[in-house]
C-alpha cells in the first residue's frame, strides 16, 4: 500500500506543472468588434474552398485584424459593436465572446498606435 501512495504521489507531483500550464492566466484586455467579413474568395478569382472570417477588434490602444478558418464554424460569435475580452498569445489572439466562449485566431494585422482623436 505505500508503495501505491508514493507512485501515486509522484504521478501528482509530476502533472501539477502541466495542470498549471493549462489553467494559465492570461492578460485579458476588453475591445470591441468594429468589424466583421467573410470572405470566400479564392485567389484565382473561384470560391475558396475554405471561407476566411476576418475580424477587426478596437480598443484605445491598439487595432487588430484576425483571421478565423473556416468561417462560421459555431465556436465563437462576433457581433459588430459588442465589447469581447482578447489576449495575445504565442502566434494568435485568444478571444472570449459575450457568452463566454473562448476560441484562438491568426493575427494578421496589429496596430498598436493610439487611436486618432478627431
Known amino acids: 500500500m505505500t508503495r501505491l ?19 494559465k492566466d492570461r492578460n485579458w484586455k476588453t475591445g470591441k468588434v468594429a468589424d466583421s467579413v467573410t470572405s470566400g474568395e479564392g485567389r ?3 470560391r475558396a474552398d475554405v471561407d476566411a472570417h476576418l ?5 484605445g490602444n491598439a487595432t487588430y485584424i484576425l483571421r478565423e478558418k473556416p468561417a462560421w464554424h459555431g465556436e465563437c460569435l462576433f457581433v459588430i459593436g459588442e465589447s469581447i ?7 494568435g489572439m485568444r478571444v472570449m465572446d459575450q457568452q463566454g466562449t473562448k476560441c484562438k485566431l491568426a493575427i494578421l ?10
Do not use: M, N, V
Open 5 to 23: 501512495k508514493c507512485w501515486l504521489l509522484a504521478c501528482f507531483l509530476a502533472s501539477a506543472p502541466l495542470i498549471s500550464a493549462a489553467t
Open 44 to 46: 484565382d478569382g473561384r
Open 55 to 59: 475580424i477587426t477588434i478596437r480598443d
Open 85 to 91: 475580452q482578447y489576449a495575445e498569445d504565442k502566434g
Open 109 to 118: 494585422h496589429p496596430d498598436t498606435q493610439p487611436e486618432k482623436q478627431p
